[in-house]
């Protein structure tokens, strides 16, 4: 994806942090959640990230961002998971998105798992890759495996600065084992530009004390789980973990070592197939159904009940226009196409019971 053919724009999160964000490709929005190590400019050019960035922006407006402390977002912002959160939030209502699939990979599924709990009426559907519920030191909280976390902490502040690569290789290797040395010195020097050894070793305490298992079973919207089986950054167990306590979740194991999915592996054109055909089909029902506003469901009452546009816009008091645009953005919600298939869909929901007044 060239650099000129996306738009690079900045808001401002909760506490003022500048957050910048990406938007490429048309079509329906595509919210990715921001992961460590981004930089939307950067990776528009990236031969590890740019064919996944590609393949999203194929059919949907992508929109990406980077966290705080990444990229072109404020070095200098303290990073907590209230925090990315709230730039999630920043971003999406920068846009004014109303509904939109949300994507999380790697720490940015846990993000995108809360945020999707906290506004069920937004997320369509939630697409998480290489993603955990439980940092490195919830899921393994043994004094080995803390001290283990330290030294990794500090060997990115000894060495993530520097111009020699070689500590940085070390973290490389954790997440691209099997790439080529292409894809390997792009992504030490992302890890380079990407952030500072001082805010890198900031990230990886407050990744290791992620915990949002308790959120998995408030999941309410379809959601898919990819996860390569053979990686280490994040076992594959963690994937079955949320896969396993999401309602209705679906788990698509992917045969390879890298905990980021490359364009030069067997496995990306199924990735590419499972992701794309989850994001065309049609929501199911109830889902479709929580993401209507409360003037949304109220309209879907009316025609439910058999009221024409002219009928809806004098009980409600509004202008025969303005029921129009609410029927379109409606029946979009729906994935309807015409009155009739959204009366039996509503009526089938439960809507239109009552007999207009």
Same mark, same amino acid.
């Given at each position: 994806?060239?650099?000129?053919?996306?738009?690079?724009?900045?808001?401002?999160?909760?506490?003022?942090?500048?957050?910048?964000?990406?938007?490429?490709?048309?079509?329906?929005?595509?919210?990715?959640?921001?992961?460590?190590?981004?930089? #939307?400019?950067?990776?528009?050019?990236?031969?590890?990230?740019?064919?996944?960035?590609?393949?999203?922006?194929? /059919?949907?407006?992508?929109?990406?961002?980077?966290?705080?402390? !990444?990229?072109?977002?404020?070095?200098?912002?303290?990073?907590?998971?209230?925090?990315?959160?709230?730039?999630?939030?920043?971003?999406?209502?920068?846009?004014?998105?109303?509904?939109?699939?949300? @994507?999380?990979?790697?720490?940015?599924?846990?993000?995108?798992?809360?945020?999707?709990?906290?506004?069920?009426?937004?997320?369509?559907?939630?697409?998480?890759?290489?993603?955990?519920?439980?940092?490195?030191?919830?899921?393994?909280?043994?004094?080995?495996?803390?001290?283990?976390?330290?030294?990794?902490?500090?060997?990115?502040?000894?060495?993530?600065?520097?111009?020699?690569?070689?500590?940085?290789?070390?973290?490389?290797?954790?997440?691209?084992?099997?790439?080529?040395?292409?894809?390997?010195?792009?992504?030490?020097?992302?890890?380079?530009?990407?952030?500072?050894?001082?805010?890198?070793?900031?990230?990886?305490?407050?990744?290791?004390?992620?915990? #949002?298992? *308790?959120?998995?079973?408030? #999941?309410? !919207?379809?959601?898919?789980?990819?996860?390569?089986?053979?990686?280490?950054?994040?076992?594959?167990?963690?994937?079955?973990?949320?896969?396993?306590?999401?309602? /209705?979740?679906?788990?698509?194991? @992917? *045969?390879?070592?890298?905990?980021?999915?490359?364009?030069?592996?067997?496995?990306?054109?199924?990735?590419?197939?499972?992701?794309?055909?989850?994001?065309?089909?049609?929501?199911?029902? *109830?889902?479709?159904?929580?993401?209507?506003?409360?003037?949304?469901?109220?309209?879907?009452?009316?025609?439910?009940?058999?009221? /024409?546009?002219?009928?809806?816009?004098?009980?409600?008091?509004?202008?025969?226009?303005?029921?129009?645009?609410?029927?379109?953005?409606?029946?979009?919600?729906?994935? #309807?196409?015409?009155?009739?298939?959204?009366?039996?869909?509503?009526?089938?929901?439960?809507?239109?019971?009552?007999?207009?007044?």
């Amino acid at each position: 994806m060239p650099a000129d053919r996306q738009q690079i724009r900045f808001c401002r999160a909760a506490d003022g942090t500048s957050i910048a964000y990406a938007t490429s490709g048309n079509g329906p929005p595509l919210v990715k959640a921001a992961n460590w190590l981004s930089h #939307v400019e950067f990776d528009a050019k990236s031969p590890v990230w740019s064919p996944m960035l590609r393949t999203l922006a194929r /059919d949907h407006t992508l929109v990406r961002y980077d966290e705080r402390g !990444c990229g072109l977002s404020d070095r200098d912002a303290e990073p907590s998971f209230e925090a990315w959160v709230r730039d999630l939030e920043a971003v999406v209502d920068a846009l004014e998105l109303e509904r939109f699939p949300l @994507l999380g990979i790697s720490q940015g599924a846990s993000i995108a798992i809360a945020y999707a709990v906290r506004h069920p009426d937004r997320v369509e559907r939630l697409i998480l890759h290489g993603g955990y519920a439980r940092g490195w030191l919830r899921r393994d909280p043994t004094t080995e495996a803390r001290e283990e976390a330290e030294a990794t902490i500090r060997l990115a502040e000894l060495g993530w600065g520097r111009a020699n690569p070689v500590f940085r290789q070390y973290f490389t290797d954790q997440f691209i084992p099997d790439a080529t040395p292409e894809q390997r010195h792009w992504f030490n020097e992302l890890e380079r530009i990407s952030t500072t050894p001082a805010s890198a070793a900031r990230f990886m305490r407050v990744f290791n004390e992620i915990d #949002v298992v *308790d959120l998995l079973p408030r #999941v309410a !919207c379809p959601t898919l789980v990819l996860h390569c089986t053979r990686e280490h950054r994040v076992p594959f167990e963690e994937g079955k973990l949320i896969a396993s306590l999401v309602p /209705d979740a679906r788990l698509v194991p @992917l *045969d390879s070592m890298n905990h980021v999915l490359l364009e030069t592996e067997r496995e990306w054109k199924r990735w590419q197939e499972e992701v794309l055909a989850f994001l065309e089909a049609p929501a199911p029902p *109830d889902a479709a159904l929580a993401g209507l506003t409360a003037r949304e469901r109220e309209l879907l009452e009316l025609i439910a009940r058999g009221l /024409d546009n002219a009928q809806v816009a004098a009980h409600l008091g509004l202008r025969e226009k303005t029921v129009r645009n609410h029927i379109t953005r409606i029946f979009a919600k729906l994935g #309807v196409d015409n009155r009739a298939r959204a009366i039996v869909l509503s009526r089938d929901a439960g809507f239109g019971l009552r007999r207009a007044a």
